[in-house]
T-cell receptor, first 112, second 111 residues
Framework: DADVTQTPRNRITKTGKRIMLECSQT?????MYWYRQDPGLGLQLIYYSFDVKDINKGEISDGYSVSRQAQAKFSLSLESAIPNQTALYFC???????????FGPGTRLTVT | GQQVMQIPQYQHVQEGEDFTTYCNSS?????IQWYKQRPGGHPVFLIQLVKSGEVKKQKRLTFQFGEAKKNSSLHITATQTTDVGTYFC???????????FGTGTRLQVFP
């Protein structure tokens, strides 16, 4: 959905580098999520936020941090990237009335 | 760890054949959602089931939620090449807003 955008779409970085993935949405949703997708493992929740002042850890938060700069923006940071963080990263949004989640196009991250 | 499993992991069918994917949770779910991800794309919401034993249909797709709210299935009748993709179930635990995604079933349809 064009309503949820992610930048960059592809990124190659080296071990130890700090990297930030950004997510923006124009849907007006209060809830935002970061997921990681690895082949055969489905989608794993990294962090989620119900509003600007609310940040929660998901299943696999170690090695990641997030920032909810505004209702429409939710950034994911890898402070010191490592090769096993190579994956496809998705941002998603939802509102409190419907639970359906809308996903961004994804960021393919490669850590060498 | 992963609490929601899906089988099979892969399924190849001839166009026109039926397809079913099964989703099983180790714990009772408050509701379950299904998503479809086309190759190279992102997950797209298909449906949500809330009630025990609920059955919903969308054209050739039939979704079921088990009586114990621990399992679900998606059945596609007479598959078409447009059905190609990975189908994920996603269960919600209690009153949380977190979804636990299943491992997904990748469907390939041969013309």
């Amino acid at each position: 959905d064009a309503d949820v955008t992610q930048t960059p779409r592809n990124r190659i970085t080296k071990t130890g580098k700090r990297i930030m993935l950004e997510c923006s949405q124009t849907k007006g949703h209060d809830r935002m999520y970061w997921y990681r997708q690895d082949p055969g493992l489905g989608l794993q929740l990294i962090y989620y936020s119900f509003d600007v002042k609310d940040i929660n850890k998901g299943e696999i938060s170690d090695g990641y941090s997030v920032s909810r700069q505004a209702q429409a923006k939710f950034s994911l940071s890898l402070e010191s990237a490592i090769p096993n963080q190579t994956a496809l990263y998705f941002c998603a949004t939802s509102d409190s009335s419907s639970y359906e989640q809308y996903f961004g196009p994804g960021t393919r991250l490669t850590v060498t | 760890g992963q609490q929601v499993m899906q089988i099979p992991q892969y399924q190849h069918v001839q166009e026109g054949e039926d397809f079913t994917t099964y989703c099983n949770s180790s714990t009772t779910l408050s509701n379950i959602q299904w998503y479809k991800q086309r190759p190279g794309g992102h997950p797209v919401f298909l449906i949500q089931l809330v009630k025990s034993g609920e059955v919903k249909k969308q054209k050739r797709l039939t979704f079921q939620f088990g009586e114990a709210k621990k399992n679900s299935s998606l059945h596609i009748t007479a598959t078409q090449t447009t059905d190609v993709g990975t189908y994920f179930c996603a269960g919600r635990l209690g009153n949380t807003d977190k979804l636990i995604f299943g491992t997904g079933t990748r469907l390939q349809v041969f013309p």
